[in-house]
């Protein structure tokens, strides 16, 4: 993530897109390999999902994405992916917690204006959104820096193992 600038191309999903949706209960107990279970992402509900998306993509969805069950496995699988960030209207509380503990950008947004395969720009420090195919940008809630920074460093245990502790 350079200079907390993210691009890529949309994919975009509806509401309630469950952890089960995003990675099926089959696969989060065979295999503890991320790279793996990422190949898997999305595939009861979009067969060809993960041979469709490249790295800095984005998952675009509506309300309450990744409501479902509390395991890591659903962030991690987009995580490894390669998807840059998921934009969404709202998402379970825990799986927001879980995204940014795995070091996987998540932004709340209005996400009506964008479409299948827009292009994006979204600027994590400044707080915007640039639908560049359209011409358009949206405004979005900054992260704090204590936030970009875990993101930046791969979530909180790479950031612990780095910094030893807290260091803002």
Not at 78 to 106: D, E, M, T
Not at 110 to 131: A, F, P, R, V, Y
Not at 158 to 164: I, P, Q, V
Request: glycine content about 8%.
């Amino acid at each position: 993530m350079k200079e907390n600038i993210l691009r890529g191309k949309v994919h975009k999903l509806g509401d309630d897109i469950n952890t089960d949706y995003i990675i099926s209960g089959r696969y989060k107990f065979k295999t503890l390999d991320n790279q793996e279970l990422a190949k898997h992402l999305l595939e009861d509900i979009y067969p060809d999902f993960y041979q469709k998306i490249s790295p800095g993509d984005f998952i675009v969805a509506g309300e309450n994405f990744g409501c479902g069950s509390s395991r890591e496995q659903a962030p991690l699988a987009i995580k490894y992916a390669g998807i840059g960030a998921v934009l969404a209207r709202s998402f379970a509380r825990i799986f927001y917690r879980n995204a940014i503990n795995v070091g996987l950008p998540i932004i709340i947004t209005q996400t009506e204006k964008i479409n299948e395969n827009d292009t994006l720009i979204i600027n994590l420090s400044k707080g915007s959104i640039t639908i560049s195919n359209q011409g358009k940008t949206l405004p979005i809630d900054p992260f704090p820096p204590e936030i970009l920074k875990i993101i930046e460093t791969g979530g909180l245990v790479e950031y612990f193992k780095k910094y030893r502790g807290w260091t803002f």
